[in-house]
């Protein structure tokens, strides 16, 4: 696939300090200039990336977004993480999300995930990540810098995470614990699903627990995929830290 554009300090800031795919060339709109930039063309002369500077109306028509302070550039794909090696390290917090298509969603998923402090997501290998531009942008940067790998076969990303020691604990309310009443200890792999169908049944032949997030109210409807990563990333954090 060839070059595409992403726009705004924070998408290139994390393409550039991660160095998690080929950025070819930083473009700033010539009549801006900010902290951030500043900070761009120091980090860009350190990762011999070249920056050109546009007028305002070349700078629009290359990145005609309105919220990108001035600043984008041009990357390349980024390569997924190998299965094994995400599994193969010790102690590790993954996350395999499933039915999260949407990248605006996907992207908020991994803004949490990366906060709360996961190691890695494993995606099915249908997720669509075409809209690379917009993950990097919705998760604030923080989809650069996790290990994210893609299962080529579901139960068999399973089976292998069985088999390095895993806990494998997936988000489904039948037959399930309260969240904050279960024990999530590392090496740990939580399973959630798409809001509108959930997780698909072959979690749930390697699942050595269920649980569900408890509600403060009657509401009968699920939470969002990117709500449930953030609840569920930072209890595993409370556990580990409190």
């Known amino acids: 696939m060839s070059d595409y554009i992403i726009e705004g300090s924070i998408s290139v800031k994390a393409v550039l300090a991660a160095g998690s795919r080929p950025m070819s060339e930083i473009y700033l709109n010539g009549a801006k200039e900010s ?39 041009s990357v390349g794909d980024r390569q997924a993480a190998e299965i094994e090696p995400l599994l193969h390290q010790p102690n590790r917090f993954i996350v395999f999300l ?8 996907l992207g908020d998923c991994l803004r949490s995930l990366y906060a709360a402090g996961a190691d890695g997501v494993i995606l099915c290998r249908h997720t669509p990540l075409v809209s690379a531009a917009v993950i990097i942008r919705a998760s604030a940067g923080a989809s650069e810098f996790l290990e994210i790998a893609i299962a080529q076969d579901t139960e068999s990303t399973l089976a292998a995470a069985k088999e390095r020691g895993f806990s494998i604990i997936c988000a489904d309310r039948k037959d399930a614990s309260p969240l904050f009443e279960t024990r999530l200890k590392r090496p740990l792999l939580v399973a959630i699903g798409g809001s509108l169908r959930g997780l698909s049944s072959v979690f749930n032949r390697y699942a050595d627990d269920r649980i569900y997030i408890p509600y403060g109210s009657g509401f009968r409807n699920s939470l969002s995929a990117g709500a449930a990563c953030s609840v569920i990333g930072f209890e595993v954090l409370r556990q580990e830290r409190f």
């Open 35 to 73: 902290a951030d930039i500043k900070f761009i063309c120091a980090l860009a002369k350190e990762k011999g990336v070249f920056v050109k500077r546009l007028s305002g109306a070349e700078f629009a028509g290359i990145a005609p977004g309105k919220t990108n302070g001035g600043v984008a550039a």
């Open 98 to 105: 499933e039915g999260v298509e949407d990248p605006y969603i």
